[in-house]
């Protein structure tokens, strides 16, 4: 197991009543709550990271093989009726 670091944290009145409220509904300390709030906080980031980046590795492609319509059939209204 890895070694725990202890960091300060100052925050409003309102978020700590928040915070010690959650804590004791979870069933969990102060401490613990922040820390399991700031991991769920980072995965959720490289999560993300991961997707994105996934995401832009694929080459982009022809929707279609034939011409695309230019703006003015994009844009024809009277064609829509």
Wanted: hydrophobic residues 40%.
């Amino acid at each position: 197991m890895r070694a725990l670091r202890n960091i300060t944290v100052t925050v409003e009145p309102e978020v700590a009543r928040w915070a010690r409220v959650k804590a004791a509904r979870e069933d969990l300390s102060l401490s613990r709550l922040i820390g399991k709030l700031l991991k769920d906080r980072m995965l959720e980031e490289k999560a993300y990271e991961v997707s994105r980046r996934r995401f832009l590795a694929v080459r982009p492609r022809r929707l279609s093989d034939g011409p695309y319509p230019d703006r003015e059939e994009l844009h024809d209204r009277a064609g829509l009726r």
